[in-house]
């Protein structure tokens, strides 16, 4: 090979390798320059009171709030949850909103408004945290709406929030049910579902549902046993089933056999019950 057409081969290898190079400098300065974007907000961002930092709000987070939402939420939700100030805690969750939505700053919002009991305010945002993806607020608005003594809406959501894996929702529907529309099979299918998931309250709630609505005392006592040792006392236990349910030893006996055998009862009561002896 020649040697000009050498030198010629090395001259258009420079070149690519310096363009390639300008290229890469004109990616990187514009990646750079994208960082630099920043997110303003259309209101003035609210005052917080100097014995407030670093005791409830950090001055991190203070001073990132001027740009950033999600430190704007934070400080409200400081307001909301330490200092339970709801009126200031909505102004710092509005003010991350005109920077930026999103789902859990709208779902803190429907908890704030709620709180304050302007329920139609607490609707409102937590629809639009729905909008945003937010799973939690199908709960939040179905609480929204029995507290505003729509129990039908709330059953609805209630459900919705349910199908979506939220695990207090089937707690929520049971007390719906029992307490509020009167639908006691369905209150004990929802129970039971919570029952699942070893929430000890859930047998609680079915005990007194099978005592006062469903008339079985032999469930009733059966979830109040497998609560012995798990969540009260034996003594307390037979108290209520002896002395204040009245129910008789016999009955309160097929309860403790019906926990301790059967699958329904993913808690049980193994120890001696001893009737005779209280």
């Not at 309160?252 to 120890?271: A, C, H, R, T, V």
Request: glycine share 2%; net charge positive.
């Amino acid at each position: 090979m020649k040697i000009k057409t050498i030198i010629k081969l090395l001259i258009i290898a420079i070149i690519s390798l310096n363009l390639t190079a300008c290229e890469d400098n004109k990616s990187s300065n514009n990646k750079k320059e994208e960082k630099e974007v920043k997110i303003t907000s259309s209101l003035p961002m609210p005052n917080v009171k100097d014995e407030y930092i670093n005791k409830y709000i950090k001055l991190s987070q203070l001073y990132d709030a001027k740009t950033d939402p999600s430190a704007a939420t934070k400080i409200g939700y400081a307001y909301s949850e330490e200092l339970k100030d709801y009126d200031k805690a909505i102004k710092w969750y509005k003010y991350s909103n005109s920077m930026k939505p999103t789902g859990i700053n709208s779902n803190y919002m429907c908890y704030a408004y709620q709180m304050k009991k302007d329920y139609d305010e607490a609707i409102k945002w937590c629809k639009k945290a729905i909008d945003l993806g937010n799973k939690e607020a199908l709960f939040q608005l179905a609480y929204t709406y029995r507290e505003k003594k729509d129990y039908k809406k709330a059953e609805e959501w209630f459900i919705k929030s349910f199908k979506s894996k939220d695990k207090d929702a089937a707690m929520a529907l049971g007390y719906l049910y029992t307490n509020y529309l009167h639908e006691y099979k369905k209150a004990e299918k929802y129970y039971k579902e919570s029952v699942k998931i070893k929430d000890l309250e859930a047998n609680h709630n079915l005990s007194r549902l099978y005592h006062h609505h469903l008339k079985d005392d032999v469930k009733a006592s059966a979830y109040a046993i497998a609560l012995i040792e798990n969540k009260y006392s034996k003594n307390s236990v037979l108290n209520i089933l002896k002395d204040k349910w009245k129910i008789p030893n016999n009955i309160i006996q097929k309860g403790y056999e019906l926990q301790l055998n059967s699958d329904d009862f993913p808690i049980k009561y193994k120890g001696k019950l001893d009737l005779d002896e209280n």
